[in-house]
């Protein structure tokens, strides 16, 4: 069987070869438009890649800052978290016209759309408990009452405040699929993809948040499938990258995680992953 890891080494080629080079908001990049990926999940299996080390805790710390509805980076930095310091910092928010925000506030991001969607947005220090839509919270009902409606959608992209956010969303749809009784398979349409540094984090948050939707549901996690809009690689990552398409991915690790009944009791530490192989770290800078 091809390792699964080769659909993300095939992306990184087809871009480099027949990407078409754009001047973009923040660099030159080379970009193709539209890619599915497809990652089993069975048997404990985790999507995390091989061809280089990915740094999995931070992944894990962010998507369960999101979970708790957290849009202020100091939550991050605290946890040495700092993949959102260049959108959070002072500049940035003057640029995007929000000088009202004080540093390190996002705005209205992901997790407050997941959590209290369209809530009006006063600032990261706000207790909005109790506002807006918790999406995140009816999806998992939904998957426990009415497991095969084709309904249960969770959207980050809300119109109505994109322009409070620091960053509009990339990964903006997520969709819960249930098969064979009990099997959870998560889809979720990224408009924007990053393929050097943000695609393998997203593999990673999703195939960890199936984990974590379908224990609270008392699923089975199965599968991730993974749809991009626009895939692109900067120009200075195009080096690193064409030398990762030539590494032989490793298995996937395995994670473990315990049942619990509400998805906002879990912690990182709950979290233990085992037999992570992996190639060396490879440097790229993150662009904002």
Known sequence: MIHQEYQYLNLIRKIIKNGDTINGRNGKIKTIIGNQMRFSLKNNKIPIL??????WGVCLKEL???INGDTNNTSLKKQKVNIWNGNASRQFLDDRGLQHYSENDLGPIYGHQWRFYNAPYKSCYTNYKGTGIDQLQNSIEMLKTDPFSR???ITAWNPEQ???????????LIQFNVIDKNKLITSVYQRS??????IPFN????SMLTYMVANVCDLEPYEFI????????????????????????YDFPSINIPIKKDIDDYTFDDFILSDYNYHPTIAMKMKV
């Open 162 to 172: 994109l322009n409070e956010m620091a960053l509009p969303p990339c990964h903006i």
């Open 64 to 66: 369960l800052w999101f």
């Open 50 to 55: 091989t061809t280089k080390k990915l740094a």
């Open 203 to 206: 593999i990673a948050s999703y």
């Open 151 to 153: 309904r249960n959608i």
């Open 226 to 249: 993974h749809t991009v809009g626009n895939c692109h690689i900067y120009e200075e990552h195009i080096a690193s990258l064409d030398k990762q398409t030539n590494l032989v991915p």
């Open 193 to 198: 993809g990053d393929v050097g540094l943000g």
